[in-house]
């Protein structure tokens, strides 16, 4: 058994508790219709839309990643409490 193997059980749960549930290739278009239907990006601006997108979001959800990998590396008998806190301090 190897390390991956004995995470599969936390991976499968977190894949489950994702806000972004269904995960997938079209899951998530991040309002890109709707700035698209009221007129607010055209394709010319895509890539613009795009940099500037990744570049507001990544520190935010980088952060948040950063520490789910934390908790998963060192997870540990009670890891659920440990998952639970940081999902309540990640909330809106």
């Known amino acids: 058994m190897n390390a991956m193997d004995s995470l599969s059980p936390q991976l499968a749960l977190l894949h489950l ?3 972004a549930l269904p995960i997938g290739t ?6 890109l219709e709707t700035l698209v ?6 394709v010319a601006g895509l890539a613009d839309f795009l940099a500037d997108y990744l570049a507001e979001i990544g520190g935010l959800e980088g952060g948040a990643c950063r520490a789910a990998h934390a ?3 060192a997870a540990g008998p009670g890891w659920e409490a440990d998952w639970a806190a940081l999902q309540a301090v990640s909330a809106p």
């Open 71 to 73: 908790l998963g590396a």
């Open 37 to 42: 239907a009221e007129g607010g990006l055209a």
């Open 17 to 19: 508790t994702d806000s």
């Open 26 to 31: 079209a899951a998530h278009s991040f309002g």
